[in-house]
């Protein structure tokens, strides 16, 4: 698959739309078990300022700690640090507007913009404090606010996750390029928790719903950007207008 396009299918053969029903069946039980993997976390999270795992694997991460070590977890932290997020988005958006790729453009602005939004309404419902100095080490980066869930891992999935998924879908299979942005845009989904739990900014249980919750805020970022992509939603005004005989007929 090259280009711009998805791949199409009939949505009024039968056979596809059994098919399709039983794919959503599965996919809602998915995010189902998800979400209740993640109320697991944010209850008792509600309650307990971090858990004795949490301080268990913090500890032991930063019992590496040297200057190198930081100064790489500082970097792949630095995306998702102050107004960084927003501007990001904000050229992503635009890039992806101006250069034709209008589904893209708002599939982008509604994972990663949305899943901001979402991620403070959660920080504020179950109000769990900062780790602090006197439990683990606090090394420089952005800790402002409130700890869970992660809004560096949420911002990392729904950003790059949604960026690798138009690069899966859109470059041409087998390409070098394919493959440099598809690592390019995975790699800090996997390795910002790490950063984020190494700087002391987060506990493991932040990082973790974040990945839990973010996740399924993708997927259905991707499934509406999927359904304007197959019905070119927001590309109308380039179809031409009926004929006369067509209006007829």
């Known amino acids: 698959m090259t280009g711009a396009d998805l791949p199409e299918t009939n949505a009024h053969d039968p056979k596809h739309r059994r098919v399709a ?11 189902l078990v998800v979400l209740v993997c993640f109320a697991g976390i944010a209850i ?17 991460l930063q019992s590496v700690a040297n200057p190198v070590l930081t100064a790489i977890m500082w970097a792949i932290s630095l995306p998702g640090n102050f107004a960084t997020p927003y501007v990001i988005t904000a050229v992503a958006v635009a890039a992806f507007w101006l250069t034709g790729f209008r589904s893209e453009s708002v599939g982008l602005l509604v ?4 899943s901001g939004a979402i991620n403070k309404l959660l920080k504020f419902a179950v109000g769990r404090p900062r780790p602090v100095d ?9 800790r402002s606010g409130l700890s869970f869930p992660s809004g560096h891992v949420a911002f990392y ?22 493959r440099v942005f598809l690592i390019a845009t995975a790699l800090p989904v996997f390795t910002v928790a790490l950063s984020r739990v190494y700087l002391g900014a987060h506990w493991p249980s932040d ?22 992509k197959r019905n ?7 179809v031409p207008p009926p004929t006369p005989d067509q209006k007829t007929t």
């Open 21 to 31: 029903a039983r794919r959503l069946v599965r996919a809602e039980l998915i995010y």
């Open 111 to 114: 994972s990663a913009g949305g």
């Open 207 to 228: 990082t973790l719903a974040a990945y839990l919750w973010s996740s399924v805020w993708l997927a259905f970022a991707l499934h509406l950007y999927r359904r304007w």
């Open 134 to 142: 006197t439990l683990v080490q606090i090394l420089p980066s952005d």
């Open 44 to 60: 008792p999270a509600h309650y307990f300022a971090y858990f004795g795992w949490d301080l268990r694997i913090e500890q032991g």
């Open 232 to 238: 070119a939603t927001f590309h109308r005004t380039s």
């Open 157 to 178: 999935v729904c950003f790059f996750g949604f960026l690798f998924f138009v690069v899966f879908a859109l470059f041409p299979r087998g390409s070098w390029l394919r």
